[in-house]
């Protein structure tokens, strides 16, 4: 409890890891949009969702949440509606990359179901995922950094107080054993 109160103390920290989750529940949310990772896949309503990715904090991993969320920081409707429209932005970017990895991903297993694999072609395929995991990273930092700009910093550091409080609840949940459950 000492370490979390101690990162917590710092508003640069706090507001970092706030938009850090964010961003993070942001790529559930693209990945909940695939059959694989929708709310209520996976192996437990609550549990892993499923799919290369899954797993974050589910605060924007639909509109109904984001909702709920913003409501939480008491966003006025002009700063839902700016972030609804970075949202979208973003979904239909990060949409696109998704269906990239997995094409990746597709190919790897193509790769590895040969009698012989060529490490030339699994180092360039490694280096392909790479890539497209970069290209999804600087996306979502760039959500991370037009949302901070639309919340203000009392937002912003109420919206982590709230993630920090979902994670560590989830963190409880998950650390239960699958008897309990």
Known sequence: MKTSALFLSSPLRLTALSLVLAVSAFAVQTASAQPQGMVGGGEHRHGPRGGEGMGHDMALANPRMMARMLDGVNATPEQRAQIQQLAESARADMKAQFEAG????????????????????????????????????????????????????????????????????????????????
């Open 102 to 181: 997995r094409k990746l991903r597709e190919d790897s297993a193509a790769l590895f179901s040969q009698p012989t694999v060529d490490a030339r072609a699994a180092e360039a395929l490694r280096q392909q995922r790479m890539a497209q995991h970069d290209q999804a990273s600087k996306r979502q930092m760039q959500l991370m950094l037009d949302i901070s700009r639309v919340l203000t910093p009392e937002q912003r550091k109420l919206m982590a107080e709230r993630m920090v409080q979902r994670r560590s609840m989830k963190e409880r949940y998950q650390a239960e054993p699958k008897a309990a459950k």
